[in-house]
């Protein structure tokens, strides 16, 4: 699809939901940047701004702002076509 980064993606190194995300993402084309929580300590506050205070991952945070918990890559795929719109 493309190889800029289309969203920011919070994880961490543990995460295996994460791991799948990025698996199918990578397969796809799809291109993305990586914030691992565990390293950057502001990151945490994002993630837990947008998930009711709790340290969910992953979480993706789009251009115009929104963001997705644990998507699937079909969601993600909806979202990154609604944002090209």
């Not at 990025?22 to 990151?43: F, H, M, N, T």
Request: proline letters at 5%; hydrophobic letters at 35%; glycine letters at 8%.
């Amino acid at each position: 699809m493309t190889d800029a980064a289309s969203f920011t993606m919070y994880t961490t190194p543990w995460c295996g939901y994460c791991k799948r995300l990025k698996s199918q993402l990578d397969r796809e084309g799809i291109g993305y940047q990586i914030v691992d929580i565990e390293q950057v300590p502001e990151a945490v506050e994002i993630v837990e701004k947008v998930n009711g205070g709790n340290q969910t991952v992953p979480t993706l945070v789009y251009a115009d702002g929104s963001a997705q918990t644990n998507p699937s890559l079909m969601a993600v795929k909806e979202k990154l076509a609604e944002l090209a719109g």
